[in-house]
Nanobody, 125 residues
Framework: VQLQASGGGLVQLGGSLRLSCAASEDSLARYSVGWFRQAPGKEREFVAAISNGGSTTAAADSVKGRFTISGDNAKNTVWLQMISLKPDDTADYYC???????????????????WGRGTLVTVSS
């Protein structure tokens, strides 16, 4: 599967953005998808994940209540809706996929085999 992340940009404190992760070459119905982010000088960290059928989602404590992950297998796309953005959310955001038809999610980058290029989110104060 090939992944393409998009939707990043510059937003002010408290603003919103929606990131998209579009898949090609295979159906996301066979994969769970995660979003990760990497801020300058920091390690990449888990943000959110969704199972192949969408029945299970997970989010990092730092974004719970502000970020929502969702997906549509018919559109072969997963989204990350971000609200109440803070400067600490500034990072390159990556989507990743792992083959999983069991309805689970994964939290570490080593669990994911397929990665898209990042999309930069910058939150100004």
């Amino acid at each position: 599967v090939q992944l393409q992340a998009s939707g990043g940009g510059l937003v002010q404190l408290g603003g919103s953005l929606r990131l998209s992760c579009a898949a090609s070459e295979d159906s996301l119905a066979r994969y769970s998808v995660g979003w990760f982010r990497q801020a300058p000088g920091k390690e990449r960290e888990f943000v959110a994940a969704i199972s192949n059928g969408g029945s299970t989602t997970a989010a990092a404590d730092s974004v719970k209540g502000r970020f929502t992950i969702s997906g549509d297998n018919a559109k072969n796309t997963v989204w990350l809706q971000m609200i109440s953005l803070k400067p600490d959310d500034t990072a390159d955001y990556y989507c990743a996929a792992r083959w999983d038809v069991g309805g689970g999610v994964a939290y570490t980058e080593h669990d994911y085999r397929y990665w898209g290029r990042g999309t930069l989110v910058t939150v100004s104060s």
